[in-house]
Antibody
Framework: QEQLVQSGPEVRKPGASVKVSCKAS????????MHWVRQAPGQGLEWMGI????????HYAQQFQGRVTMTRDTSTATVYMELSSLRSDDTAFYYC??????????WGQGTLVTVS | EIVLTQSPGTLSLSPGERATLSCRAS???????LAWYQQRPGQAPKLLIY???SRATGIPDRFSGSGSGTDFTLTIGRLEPEDFAVYYC????????FGGGTKVEIK
C-alpha cells in the first residue's frame, strides 16, 4: 500500500541542524511533489515548503527561507528536510506529505524534533 | 499570503448531532484549491475533502464540504465517536496555508 515512513525522533541543542527523512513506497515516487509541514506540541499546522517531483526545484515558506533545505533521492525514493540554526521554538512534529494536486493526500507518521 | 480563519475554535456536541465548521479566507480562493483534514490525537492529519466538496478515498458520506470564494463549510451529518478530533482547512494558491483548526469535542 502507499505509505510514507519517516525517520525517528531527534534531540538537538540550540544552534544545531537536523535532517529528517521520508521514504515513499507503494506508488511511483517521481510522479509526485512532496511537502513538509510542522506542528508544535498542541498547536496547529504550519507549511514549510515543497520540492518538485524531480528534485530540481523547491519553494520554501518565507519564515523558513535561509534555514531549510529540501532534497530528494530518486534512487531510494526518499525525501529529506534539513533545518539549521535550531531554536527552542522549532520543537515540533515534522511531517512529509504527498501533493495530490491542490491538497496533501498522503502523510508520513511524523518525526518529533526536540530542541533543548 | 491568504489567511484562513476557522470558527468556532471548539465545538461541543454529542454523538449523533450535526457539526458545522466554518473556514473564512482573507481573499478569494478557488474552490479547487480548498481542502479539509481531520487529525485525531497522536496521529498525522488525514485528507477528508478536496476541491471544496469532493470526498477523499474512503471517507464516509456523512462528511460533506461546500462553499466558494471566501466562505467554506465542512459538515459532519451525524457525529460518530471516531469523529471527535481537530479539523483543519487548507488552501493552495501561490503558497499553502492552513486554518487554525476547529476542535470537535464530546459534550
Amino acid at each position: 500500500q502507499e505509505q510514507l515512513v519517516q525517520s525517528g525522533p531527534e534531540v538537538r541543542k540550540p544552534g544545531a541542524s537536523v535532517k529528517v527523512s521520508c521514504k515513499a513506497s507503494g506508488y511511483t515516487f517521481t510522479d509526485y511533489y512532496m511537502h513538509w509541514v510542522r506542528q508544535a506540541p498542541g498547536q496547529g499546522l504550519e507549511w514549510m515548503g515543497i520540492i518538485n517531483s524531480g528534485g530540481s526545484s523547491t519553494h520554501y515558506a518565507q519564515q523558513f527561507q535561509g534555514r531549510v533545505t529540501m532534497t530528494r533521492d530518486t534512487s531510494t525514493a526518499t525525501v529529506y528536510m534539513e533545518l539549521s540554526s535550531l531554536r527552542s521554538d522549532d520543537t515540533a512534529f515534522y511531517y512529509c506529505a504527498r501533493e495530490g494536486g491542490f491538497d496533501l493526500n498522503l502523510w508520513g507518521q511524523g518525526t518529533l524534533v526536540t530542541v533543548s | 499570503e491568504i489567511v484562513l480563519t476557522q470558527s468556532p475554535g471548539t465545538l461541543s456536541l454529542s454523538p449523533g448531532e450535526r457539526a458545522t465548521l466554518s473556514c473564512r479566507a482573507s481573499q478569494s480562493v478557488s474552490s479547487s484549491h480548498l481542502a479539509w483534514y481531520q487529525q485525531r490525537p497522536g496521529q498525522a492529519p488525514k485528507l477528508l475533502i478536496y476541491g471544496a466538496s469532493s470526498r477523499a478515498t474512503g471517507i464516509p458520506d456523512r462528511f460533506s464540504g461546500s462553499g466558494s470564494g471566501t466562505d467554506f463549510t465542512l459538515t459532519i451529518g451525524r457525529l460518530e465517536p471516531e469523529d471527535f478530533a481537530v479539523y483543519y482547512c487548507q488552501q493552495y494558491g501561490r503558497s499553502l496555508t492552513f486554518g487554525g483548526g476547529t476542535k470537535v469535542e464530546i459534550k
